[in-house]
Structure formats: structure tokens, C-alpha cells
């Protein structure tokens, strides 16, 4: 059964903690994408990889750090310095050079308490 | 920055009435796509046209694209309640391949 998968599903932080997202694909696909989601305003990308080892910031990557040990896993470790983490974070991955179709994960549904 | 606009925000219809929703962009595109979302989930890819393409279809789904223009058209025929969702375009540009996403189509359909 291929895909991705996202855990947990549901998420709540403390303010002050960092807390890590999981993102596992078995898609063997080359790219691995981290969206947050708001209401109202789509999605915006927080970081992306190529290839193992390497990964690039998106447009609102501060506050947020990640890895790329592995093919198939890309976490998002959301830290204290992001000021309103409360959101919908989504993982994407998709294959390098054919079409730029992306495959979502279910997404992880992160609260501030 | 946001490359796709939707329009409208918000769209309810009765089921077997069509829906369409439209995407306008600022800049030339490689490619454009259409992604639905149900509520709380993630989202999953529909249908990709080419910048060379003006009409493609899948099932109940026709997408027009009017580079001349920079939009595109989703069109739902025949709707049922299942297709209450979101749907978002998403255009890729230049030598990037990461689509950049608009803030979606909320569509509801009434039984």
C-alpha cells in the first residue's frame, strides 16, 4: 500500500517546546515538501528536498528546522522561535524531472495550548 | 508569493447542477494543476494541462487553459454531495517544479 503517511494527526504543544512531525513516504520519490495551511490562505511552503542529505528553505521557513537522513523520511521540528505555530501542516513528496505533481500526506493538525 | 488566484471563494450549488471555479495567474507557466481537499485531510491531485494544451478532460472534470488570458477553468459536471471540498490551482514556472498553490475554491454541494 504506497503513500505517505503523517503522525500524529493531531498535535498540541505547549508554548515553548519544539515539537518534531513525522513524514514517511514509500512512493521511492526523490522530492519531500513541508506546507503549512491556514485558514484563508492556501498553502505555503516551509521546506523543501531533492535528495537526501540536502534541503532548502521555502518562503516562511523560520522557526521551523528539518532533515533528510533517509529517502523516505523528511521530519519538521517546529521550535519555540516560531511565534504562531497553531496550523495545518502538510508533506508532499513528488518525482524530480517528470511532472510536478505532488502526493499529499494526511496532514498533522498542530495546537498551541 | 501566491501565482494562482481562485475565484470564486466560496460556491454552493444543488447536486447535478455544474460547478466552476477559476484560476488566474500573474506569470507565464510550465504546467497548471487542479488539487482537491476535503475538510481536514490533505490534498489530492486531479488533472495537469500543459501551457501548450487548451482542454483536458477526466470523468466529470473539464479544465480549460487561456494562456492569452493566464486562467483556467475547472468545471464539475452533473455534481453530487461527494464533491464538497476544496479545490485549489496550483501553477509551476520557469525552471522551478514546485507548483505554487492559490488559496482554493470552497465548494459545497447540497443533496
Known amino acids: 500500500d504506497g503513500g505517505i503517511t503523517q503522525s500524529p494527526k493531531y498535535l498540541f504543544r505547549k508554548e515553548g517546546q519544539n515539537v518534531t512531525l513525522s513524514c514517511e513516504q514509500n512512493?521511492?520519490?526523490?522530492?519531500m515538501y513541508w506546507y503549512r495551511q491556514d485558514p484563508g490562505q492556501g498553502l505555503r511552503l516551509i521546506y523543501y528536498s531533492q535528495i537526501v542529505n540536502d534541503f532548502q528553505k521555502g518562503d516562511i521557513a523560520e522557526g521551523y528546522s528539518v532533515s533528510r537522513e533517509k529517502k523516505e523520511s523528511f521530519p519538521l521540528t517546529v521550535t519555540s522561535a516560531q511565534k504562531n505555530p497553531t496550523a495545518f501542516y502538510l508533506c508532499?513528496?513528488?518525482?524530480?524531472?517528470?511532472?510536478?505533481?505532488?502526493?499529499f500526506g494526511p496532514g498533522t493538525r498542530l495546537t498551541v495550548l | 508569493s501566491q501565482q494562482g488566484e481562485e475565484d470564486p471563494q466560496a460556491l454552493s450549488i444543488q447536486e447535478g447542477e455544474n460547478a466552476t471555479m477559476n484560476c488566474s495567474y500573474k506569470t507565464s507557466i510550465n504546467n497548471l494543476q487542479w488539487y482537491r481537499q476535503n475538510s481536514g485531510r490533505g490534498l489530492v491531485h486531479l488533472i495537469l494541462?500543459?501551457?501548450?494544451?487548451r482542454e483536458k478532460h477526466s470523468g466529470r472534470l473539464r479544465v480549460t487553459l487561456d494562456t492569452s488570458k493566464k486562467s483556467s477553468s475547472l468545471l464539475i459536471t452533473a455534481s453530487r454531495a461527494a464533491d464538497t471540498a476544496s479545490y485549489f490551482c496550483?501553477?509551476?514556472?520557469?525552471?522551478?517544479?514546485?507548483?505554487?498553490f492559490g488559496r482554493g475554491t470552497s465548494l459545497i454541494v447540497h443533496p
Open positions: 508532499a513528496s513528488s518525482i524530480v524531472g517528470a511532472t510536478d505533481t505532488q502526493y
Open positions: 496550483a501553477t509551476s514556472s520557469g525552471g522551478s517544479y514546485i507548483p505554487t
Open positions: 494541462i500543459r501551457s501548450n494544451e
Open positions: 512512493l521511492n520519490h526523490d522530492a
